[in-house]
């Protein structure tokens, strides 16, 4: 265990990267569908943050250490989405070399890199106007308001999977009280039921709890588990 985090929140973390490298490599480069991006990064987010915890083993609280394990692994998966993202862009902002399908035009006469990016977006219906209106007049005030656009949108993405491991933590710390609640009950019902009423049940549970055992925990958790 660690000063701040538990052990299991730093392998949360690593595999929350591991988790950010796949989805990049697969949405920004192999299939290129960057809202499919947006979406899968609070759910990582969510998944991380719940997974942190159950590999710490924090079933017993406290919660602040829940929160914490859930939100450091959630935030080092962000900063991981968000690293991939910018340098994705970077490589594409910096090997445009101005070429073109045939069918928009011929190539853009420019040289490579930022030059060529901005070419891009003047040849754009209405790009100049557009460009003109943001305060954007040339290479230089392109390429500053490009990448402070770029910074904004990875702060976002970190943000939104941060949000989401924090759910994650949250939803652990529900269902986990839940379970130590149902644990604690069936341990007092085991001390008061007569020997019949585990007829049949060779694990101890009396047989008219075992309909509802799995879904105690999910109504515990919903009508606030986190008071235990």
Known sequence: MTRLVDRGALVGAGVGVGMALVIGVSFLLVIPVEPIYWLLAPLAGLLIGYYANGRSERRSGPWPRI???????????????????????ALFFAADNGYRDGSLGAPLSCRPGAECVYARYLAQDGGPARLESAGITDVAT???FYWSQQLATAGTLLMVSTVGSLVGAVLYWCYAGARRRDGLARGSRRAIHAPDDYAGDLRGTPVHDRATRGIHPVIVCIGGAGHG
Not at 69 to 89: D, P, Q, R
């Open 67 to 89: 929160l914490v394990n859930g939100v450091f692994a959630g935030a080092v998966t962000g900063l991981a989405l968000a690293a991939l993202l910018l340098g994705v862009k």
């Open 142 to 144: 392109f390429s500053a």
